[in-house]
């Protein structure tokens, strides 16, 4: 047995803060994709007898690489981390909750067993998505104003309190700031098959390993986050035309479910534009997940040195609290028997 299997599991305080770190260092490195992929996702395919602009931005994207020459010629290298302040602060807000309940409701399942096995396929997307859920209801305000951030035109950039309050003032009032709930709670099954499918393919490819290296925690954090984009694409796309602007040729109309903005695009694009972005979407997820996993392992064991360190300390501590406690009575025992 590995010495890293001898020490008691993470409180999930300290799981929570593992994931939020890895979070946030792996959407800070692939942000740019991030953008783009938006971008891509809130724009509706230009026909050649379209005389405005269907998105909410001038230019048309017709591709990542497009995307990203036309951003930086419009708005410079800045312009590919455009909300990126508020995108952080959702990444850490989200990650952290989803993974604290995470580690919560799966040490919970785990101790109403008799039998102490790992979770089947099943309760472990069943334990991701109550997790995911929890998480999103505290979380998704900052993830709508994130999505006007970013597609906010060049001439019409705002902070990210002032985003807050344009949503706040629209027609939906501070309902608004939950808009794409729905999507959100249906969504919250990405998570779960990819956390799912991590711990299975973690069981199935390193049986036994208490402790991944960076490679491998990589590579099943890249496997399992493709099988849950390719899943949920339609769904993701959906949530992104909820949360932005609509798009002008609906003259300021908001969309009122994430069925109609579904709808619409496949009206006005194809079914096949229900999945517009993927490439872009599976990149950084294929990026960030691998990151975030790589990462959150090293925080773990890092987190475990310490916590056995303060254990140490600890014990060191009361020893000599004990110690002391003798020498004094070895002190007064002599006058106690006189």
């Given at each position: 047995?590995?010495?890293?299997?001898?020490?008691?599991?993470?409180?999930?305080?300290?799981?929570?803060?593992?994931?939020?770190?890895?979070?946030?260092?792996?959407?800070?490195?692939?942000?740019?994709?991030?953008?783009?992929?938006?971008?891509?996702?809130?724009?509706?395919?230009?026909?050649?007898?379209?005389?405005?602009?269907?998105?909410?931005?001038?230019?048309?994207?017709?591709?990542?690489?497009?995307?990203?020459?036309?951003?930086?010629?419009?708005?410079?290298?800045?312009?590919?981390?455009?909300?990126?302040?508020?995108?952080?602060?959702?990444?850490?807000?989200?990650?952290?909750?989803?993974?604290?309940?995470?580690s919560t409701i799966r040490a919970y399942y785990l101790s109403t067993q008799a039998l102490p096995k790992p979770p089947s396929t099943a309760v472990e997307l069943g334990l991701g998505a109550v997790a995911g859920a929890v998480a999103q209801l505290f979380t998704i305000p900052i993830s709508v104003v994130t999505t006007r951030q970013q597609t906010q035109p060049k001439g019409d950039k705002k902070g990210l309190i002032d985003t807050g309050r344009e949503v706040i003032h629209s027609e939906d009032g501070w309902t608004g700031l939950w808009r794409g709930m729905k999507a959100s709670l249906v969504l919250v099954v990405n998570p779960a098959i990819t956390y799912g499918a991590y711990q299975r393919l973690?069981?199935?490819?390193?049986?036994?390993?208490?402790?991944?290296?960076?490679?491998?925690?990589?590579?099943?954090?890249?496997?399992?986050?493709?099988?849950?984009?390719?899943?949920?694409?339609?769904?993701?796309?959906?949530?992104?035309?909820?949360?932005?602007?609509?798009?002008?040729?609906?003259?300021?109309?908001?969309?009122?479910?994430?069925?109609?903005?579904?709808?619409?695009?496949?009206?006005?694009?194809?079914?096949?534009?229900?999945?517009?972005?993927?490439?872009?979407?599976?990149?950084?997820?294929?990026?960030?997940?691998?990151?975030?996993?790589?990462?959150?392992?090293?925080?773990?064991?890092?987190?475990?040195?310490?916590?056995?360190?303060?254990?140490?300390?600890?014990?060191?501590?009361?020893?000599?609290?004990?110690?002391?406690?003798?020498?004094?009575?070895?002190?007064?025992?002599?006058?106690?028997?006189?």
């Amino acid at each position: 047995m590995s010495g890293a299997a001898k020490h008691p599991p993470l409180p999930p305080w300290g799981n929570a803060v593992a994931g939020a770190t890895g979070a946030v260092l792996a959407n800070a490195i692939v942000y740019p994709l991030d953008i783009v992929k938006t971008r891509l996702q809130v724009q509706v395919k230009r026909r050649t007898t379209d005389e405005a602009p269907l998105t909410t931005n001038d230019h048309h994207y017709t591709s990542t690489w497009d995307a990203i020459n036309k951003i930086i010629e419009d708005e410079g290298v800045v312009g590919l981390y455009s909300g990126i302040n508020g995108s952080l602060i959702g990444v850490a807000s989200t990650n952290f909750a989803y993974f604290f309940w995470y580690s919560t409701i799966r040490a919970y399942y785990l101790s109403t067993q008799a039998l102490p096995k790992p979770p089947s396929t099943a309760v472990e997307l069943g334990l991701g998505a109550v997790a995911g859920a929890v998480a999103q209801l505290f979380t998704i305000p900052i993830s709508v104003v994130t999505t006007r951030q970013q597609t906010q035109p060049k001439g019409d950039k705002k902070g990210l309190i002032d985003t807050g309050r344009e949503v706040i003032h629209s027609e939906d009032g501070w309902t608004g700031l939950w808009r794409g709930m729905k999507a959100s709670l249906v969504l919250v099954v990405n998570p779960a098959i990819t956390y799912g499918a991590y711990q299975r393919l973690r069981e199935v490819i390193f049986p036994g390993k208490t402790s991944l290296r960076p490679w491998e925690a990589f590579l099943l954090g890249a496997m399992s986050k493709s099988l849950a984009t390719i899943a949920t694409q339609p769904l993701i796309v959906a949530k992104v035309g909820l949360q932005s602007r609509p798009p002008p040729a609906r003259q300021g109309k908001p969309f009122k479910s994430f069925i109609e903005v579904m709808q619409y695009i496949a009206k006005n694009e194809g079914l096949l534009s229900l999945f517009k972005g993927i490439g872009p979407q599976i990149t950084k997820g294929l990026l960030v997940q691998g990151l975030l996993m790589m990462t959150k392992e090293r925080m773990e064991l890092l987190f475990v040195v310490l916590f056995a360190y303060l254990r140490r300390l600890r014990a060191e501590k009361l020893q000599k609290v004990a110690d002391a406690a003798a020498a004094r009575a070895k002190q007064v025992m002599p006058i106690v028997l006189k």
